[in-house]
């Protein structure tokens, strides 16, 4: 079974620290990654997608991609009580034709 | 641009009865995927449907369903309705599957099952 791994938490990040949060996968062909923010009672969005191994860095974010860890990770730098959220760890695979397996997600309290 | 619509908003059933859920993709995107969110289980794929195929699908009975349709807009049906069926179910859409597979999810439908 393909799984993708993050701590429920809640993670809680002073205002104006990094956040950090972690993922893992199971499935070794997973070539697509996907970071998505759930605020309470919406619908996800799109943060960030990565591909390659190493950083992705778009404004306050950056993901992280270590295939041979099987490791995913989304740094938030600065954070503001707006990131408070939670995020999906999401991977796609040509194996599986593509389909879409989201972890659980972590949700992130930021505090003022 | 128009985002993807989801109708109804908001719904009611009894157990026993079947409900039928309606999503209509941005412009332009072919793909439409359905989930099932609920505050203990996460987001759980449902299926996903390309070019009115349905590429994937995920471990749900065959009381689920959907389709379709050519101008991508898809339904999904749920029958003989059960309590634990009570959920958030978010339609999302994209291009089409591949790499970069980025979804848009709509405003979603709830439904309580009493």
């Known amino acids: 079974q393909k799984e993708v791994e993050q701590n429920s938490g809640p993670l809680s990040v002073p205002e104006g620290a990094i956040a950090s949060l972690n993922c893992t996968y199971s499935d070794r062909g997973s070539q697509s990654f996907f970071w998505y923010r759930q605020y309470s009672g919406k619908s996800p969005e799109l943060i960030m997608s990565i591909y390659s191994n190493g950083d992705k860095e778009d404004g306050r974010f950056t993901a992280q991609l270590n295939k041979a860890s099987q490791y995913v990770s989304l740094l938030i730098r600065d954070s503001q009580p707006s990131d408070s959220a939670t995020y999906l760890c999401?991977?796609?695979?040509?194996?599986?034709?593509?389909?879409?397996?989201w972890g659980a997600g972590t949700k992130l309290i930021i505090k003022p | 641009k128009a985002g993807v619509t989801q109708t109804p908003r908001y719904l009611i059933k009894t157990r026993g009865q079947q409900v039928t859920l309606s999503c209509s993709p941005i412009s332009g995107h072919r793909s439409v995927s359905w989930y099932q969110q609920t505050p203990g289980q996460g987001l759980q794929f449902l299926f996903e449907?390309?070019?009115?195929?349905?590429?994937n699908k995920g471990n749900f009975p065959g009381r689920f369903s959907g389709r379709q349709f050519s101008n991508s807009r898809s339904e999904m049906n749920v029958s003989t309705l059960e309590l634990g069926d009570s959920a958030l179910y978010l339609c999302?859409?994209?291009?089409?599957?591949?790499?970069?597979?980025?979804?848009?999810f709509g405003a979603g439908s709830r439904l309580t099952v009493l």
């Open positions: 999401v991977a796609s695979s040509t194996v599986s034709n593509y389909q879409l397996i």
């Open positions: 449907y390309f070019s009115e195929t349905q590429r």
């Open positions: 999302a859409s994209s291009h089409g599957p591949g790499r970069a597979n980025v979804l848009t």
